[in-house]
């Protein structure tokens, strides 16, 4: 796992963009030999006007602005354990934050910042904390509802880097399967934080039975706009 950042230190990123009414979310990078990897950001806000941080980056301070603007961030959701390395700098920023994470992923996250929650504590029908099954509870993920159309936001269960920048991102994507031809569970993260592939399966399965389910926001790679699809298509190469 990447060292935890210090201090406030922001890297490469992309604009922030609204993809639904209340769902911002902006693309980082990971600075790595002979290239840079995706990682992503998403803010929603809550009913009751805060908003709560997946996967946390450091942005220029324009772009906190906006954060900031749509409401003040009051959750922080650290979705696994490898995605820890910007959560101790945004708990120094906003010291009353509630950190979140899966309760499989607790000790790695603690080791870098107190986790406050393992479970739903956003008190707000239209959007769920989900523990994802197969993965010895080591992710999370978001399912998020506006105006019927839902958004669900996932961790490292599902890549889909279909424009990696430089060789080493390259590399990475096609050899360790981050979706460089279509969504994917990468191989590394089978190995590391799936441990039943058919009850994860069973979860994509479930999501993709939902009608009303609109787009899939990823940590590593592009928003999947054929979601019900792409669903499918990952359980299936699970059960294959």
């Not at 935890?4 to 922001?10: F, G, K, R």
């Not at 599902?158 to 031809?181: T, Y």
Request: proline share 5%; hydrophobic share 45%.
């Amino acid at each position: 796992m990447a060292k935890a950042l210090e201090q406030w230190e922001v890297q490469e990123h992309g604009s922030v963009q609204e993809l639904d009414e209340g769902i911002l979310t902006v693309t980082g990078t990971i600075t790595m030999p002979l290239g840079n990897f995706p990682r992503r950001m998403t803010v929603i806000r809550l009913t009751g006007g805060c908003t709560v941080i997946y996967s946390a980056v450091a942005l220029q301070e324009a772009d906190m602005s906006r954060i900031e603007a749509l409401g003040p961030p009051t959750f922080m959701v650290v979705p696994g354990g490898h995605h820890r390395l910007d959560a101790r700098i945004w708990k120094h920023r906003y010291p009353a934050i509630t950190v979140v994470a899966p309760p499989g992923a607790r000790a790695d996250v603690e080791e870098v910042v107190s986790v406050d929650a393992t479970s739903d504590v956003f008190d707000d029908p239209d959007v769920r904390f989900i523990v994802v099954d197969g993965t010895g509870q080591r992710e999370a993920a978001l399912m998020v509802t506006r105006s019927g159309d839902r958004t669900l936001i996932t961790n490292d269960v599902i890549a889909h880097v279909a424009h990696p920048e430089g060789l080493g991102a390259k590399v990475m994507a096609r050899l360790m399967g981050f979706g460089f031809k279509q969504p994917q569970v990468p191989s590394v993260v089978q190995r590391m934080v799936v441990e039943d592939k058919r009850s994860l399966a069973a979860q994509f399965r479930e999501w993709s039975s939902d009608e009303h389910l609109r787009r899939i926001i990823v940590s590593h790679g592009d928003v999947i706009e054929q979601p019900r699809e792409a669903l499918i298509a990952l359980a299936e190469a699970l059960e294959g």
